[in-house]
């Protein structure tokens, strides 16, 4: 399974109003989490956050939520930021916008965010000039890639840290696929960026 662990320079000069990175001045970072919540990894994700007094931001996606309120709230008590990641994690590139658009603001009665992330980061034009009307998109610059199953977790946490630097927002996820590998990655990424002097913050 081939993806780019640093987003490509010709993607971000391509969709320069997507939010891809935040100040590079400042040795701080953005952990983000998207197609939560789930049982078996939200609250997982939560206890190593909290043992860091660490906040991030979660995309949820509007299904899982209607599923699993409780957890949803945890993260909104805990401090966490709210994201929208559509209702059903649709492919941007497979929907037409007009269902697209509809399925965002179906997340959003549940969300109540004016965060967008794309699922899969994908999205056509016409959507995104849509949603920018509404939503701040963000996208990111480090993927932990944690969602492949061939990736081993200690290479999972190797992509972050390599390519990590300051204003990075970077993807981990909670989902079923990528429990082997957030769950080790999370909490040795955290020590080894509080120790290179890195701070975190929510967008």
């Given amino acids: 399974m081939w993806y780019p662990i640093k987003s490509p320079f010709w993607l971000r000069w391509l969709y320069p109003q997507l939010i891809w990175h935040r100040s590079r001045k400042h040795p701080c970072l953005y952990l983000t989490f ?5 049982p078996d990894v939200t609250p997982e994700i939560l206890n190593i956050l909290k043992s860091f007094e660490i906040k991030a931001t979660f995309f949820c996606v509007g299904d899982n939520v209607q ?6 709230q945890r993260i ?3 401090g966490h930021q709210i994201g929208n990641h559509t209702h059903n994690h649709l492919k941007g590139w497979k929907t037409s916008k007009k269902e697209y658009l509809k399925n965002v603001e ?6 109540n965010s004016k965060l967008f992330r ?4 994908r999205g056509t034009r016409a959507q995104y000039l849509d949603l920018k009307k509404e939503y701040k998109i963000i996208m990111w610059d480090v993927m932990s890639g944690d969602f492949d199953l061939s990736l081993s977790p200690q290479q999972c946490l190797k992509n972050v840290i390599k390519h990590t630097e300051n204003g990075s927002i970077i993807v981990f996820h909670d989902n079923i696929k990528a429990i ?3 769950t080790y990655a999370l909490p040795h990424a955290i020590e080894h960026w509080l120790k290179a002097g890195y701070t975190f913050a929510t967008l």
């Fill in 34 to 38: 998207d197609d939560g919540p789930i």
């Fill in 67 to 72: 599923k699993y309120p409780e957890i949803f």
């Fill in 76 to 78: 909104k008590s805990e």
């Fill in 106 to 111: 179906l997340c959003n009665k549940f969300t």
């Fill in 118 to 121: 794309p699922p899969y980061g």
């Fill in 180 to 182: 082997p590998r957030v």
